[in-house]
């Protein structure tokens, strides 16, 4: 008996048995609380209640003692509610310490400095951060190391310089020394590093974009929550400076913090007539917080979230 084999098809039109296709399955990573919201518990907020209440309270003492008069502040216990004299002691303050033509001055102070900071800072943070050039890190220690310098030893030379100038009782001088800071410079140099791929910049390169061209259309935007910061910062810090503004300007053509020496002139002191002074110097940096302060937080949080 004998068994034939049986054909075998070779031919192109065989067709192999289709396969099922396998389903995948997403793995998930099971992670304890993910998606879960978190809930502070009770010592949180009491925890945040003590330092709210802890930094508010300057701010109402100085609210307190600028609505009574003189004597009531020096007696003890001190007064711990606003009094009647509040408005009064306002307008007299800014009519004795020239407040109005002082907030001009800070106001311009102000903002050329930290706006100039801001711009320069970032321009400094990206050449430190992702450009390649000889003596990068030397000329950043040498930025750091300013940082070191007390800025009490360059009064008298920088005051000489500035009568040269001629600036001397003007805002110029006050406003040129600080046009940049060593911290803004390092503050974005870190902030970049993290921040800005080097692949952006890179693609940039290819477009045939030079360092300005990516500077504007790369470094700004992704500097952006950074930059916010930082302004508001340099702002602060210029509205309060007193002891630079103190020594290159006079009376007659004050900054706030300046100004402010006025009213504790003579043998007694009005300390309701210096704290309302204090308190009209410090209002406009409150409303300024009170409308951009969402915008930079939430510049801050973006900034934050990587995708």
Same mark, same amino acid.
């Given at each position: ?29 099971? !992670? ?39 004597? !009531? ?21 800014? &009519? ?29 943070? #990206? ?70 791929? &080097? ?43 007193? #002891? ?5 300007? &006079? ?57």
């Amino acid at each position: 008996m004998t068994t034939e084999s049986l054909p075998v098809r070779t031919d192109a039109t065989a067709r192999t048995p289709a396969t099922k296709p396998v389903a995948r399955r997403s793995l998930r990573v099971f !992670r304890p609380g993910a998606g879960r919201q978190h809930h502070a518990g009770p010592l949180s907020y009491i925890l945040l209640g003590i330092v709210a209440i802890l930094s508010i309270f300057p701010l109402y003492w100085t609210m307190v003692a600028a609505s009574t008069d003189n004597t !009531r502040v020096s007696q003890t216990p001190p007064p711990f509610l606003p009094g009647p004299n509040l408005f009064s002691n306002l307008a007299r303050a800014w &009519d004795e310490a020239a407040m109005g033509k002082a907030m001009i001055n800070s106001t311009i102070v102000a903002g050329v400095i930290a706006l100039s900071t801001v711009m320069f800072a970032t321009l400094a943070g #990206f050449a430190f951060a992702k450009l390649r050039f000889k003596g990068r890190n030397v000329l950043l220690m040498l930025v750091i190391g300013t940082m070191m310098v007390p800025p009490q030893l360059g009064v008298v030379p920088l005051f000489m310089m500035m009568s040269e100038l001629g600036w001397s009782q003007q805002l110029p001088a006050v406003i040129f020394p600080t046009l940049v800071s060593a911290v803004g410079v390092f503050f974005m140099r870190q902030y970049l590093t993290e921040a800005l791929p &080097d692949e952006l910049v890179e693609a940039g390169r290819v477009d045939g974009a030079h360092s300005l061209r990516i500077f504007w259309s790369i470094v700004l935007p992704v500097a952006r929550p950074a930059m916010a910061v930082l302004f508001m910062i340099t702002f602060v810090h210029a509205w309060n400076d007193f #002891f630079w503004p103190f020594v290159v300007l &006079d009376m007659s053509n004050p900054t706030v913090p300046v100004a402010l020496t006025q009213l504790s002139a003579g043998y007694v002191r009005d300390q309701s007539l210096i704290m309302a002074g204090a308190l009209l110097g410090t209002l406009p940096l409150l409303a300024m917080f009170i409308v951009f302060g969402r915008q930079i937080v939430s510049g801050i949080m973006a900034g934050a979230v990587k995708g």
